[in-house]
């Protein structure tokens, strides 16, 4: 049973443009919600995370956008650039667990 | 400071044989996580453990076993191997202390096995 669901599977955007990556949980105890960024040949690199009391969080270029009611997140990269085109991996957890249920990942490519 | 170093990167065994992957966690995290990254399955959860303790394990069947050492170094070991356990395996380490998580995972970048 896949607890978070990633779409799209893979993305292509134009550089300048804004990517947006969606997931879906179903278990209603995850109460963090991390994104992961990982190139080829690279172990996933934590991008930027949330937790469910705020419904937004943005770092630099990179934003996070959580609805507790619908159960889902997104993840937004405004101004995209070439060096952005990596595979994102949407994750969750519950507290006291290290333990991350991952999406499969979308593969994002910006053209230049 | 120096990442999660994971060796051996790249090992190839034939079916039935067995495997041990090492893990060297940041300095100073106590906590070790594993995962198994596969094209179809993406990333799953093996095991974590904290200052020696499994605190959780994942649906992997018991040929899947790991450890945490006083130096909060790890192993894991896969015996009787099959095919589908060809797979990047990769280790994650924490700067949790105790309590609730982090979700601060920072990871190695993988030991890749093949199993033919």
């Known amino acids: 049973q896949q607890q978070v669901k990633q779409s799209p599977q893979s993305l292509i955007v134009q550089k300048g443009g804004i990517s947006i990556i969606n997931c879906a949980y179903e278990n209603t105890a995850f109460d963090y919600f991390p994104w992961y960024q990982q190139f080829p040949g690279k172990g996933p690199a934590l991008l930027i995370a949330i937790r469910p009391d705020v419904s937004e969080k943005k770092e630099g270029r990179f934003t996070i956008s959580f609805n507790k009611s619908a159960k889902q997140f997104s993840l937004h990269i405004m101004d995209s650039q070439p060096g952005d085109s990596a595979t994102y991996f949407c994750?969750?957890?519950?507290?006291?667990?290290?333990?991350?249920?991952f999406g499969k990942g979308t593969k994002l490519t910006v053209n230049p | 400071k120096a990442g999660v170093t994971q060796t051996p990167r790249y090992l190839i065994k034939t079916r039935g044989q067995q495997v041990t992957l090492s893990c060297s966690p940041i300095s100073g995290h106590r906590s070790v996580s594993w995962y198994q990254q596969t094209p179809g399955q993406g990333l799953q959860f093996l095991f974590e453990y904290f200052s020696e303790t499994q605190r959780n394990k994942g649906n992997f069947p018991g040929r899947f076993s790991g450890r945490q050492f006083s130096n909060s170094r790890s192993e894991m070991n896969v015996s009787t191997l099959e095919l589908g356990d060809s797979a990047l395996y990769l280790c994650?380490?924490?700067?949790?202390?105790?309590?609730?998580?982090?979700?601060?995972?920072?990871f190695g970048e993988g030991s890749r096995l093949t199993v033919l």
């Open positions: 994750a969750a957890a519950q507290g006291g667990s290290e333990k991350l249920v």
């Open positions: 994650a380490s924490s700067p949790r202390t105790s309590g609730a998580n982090t979700g601060e995972l920072f």
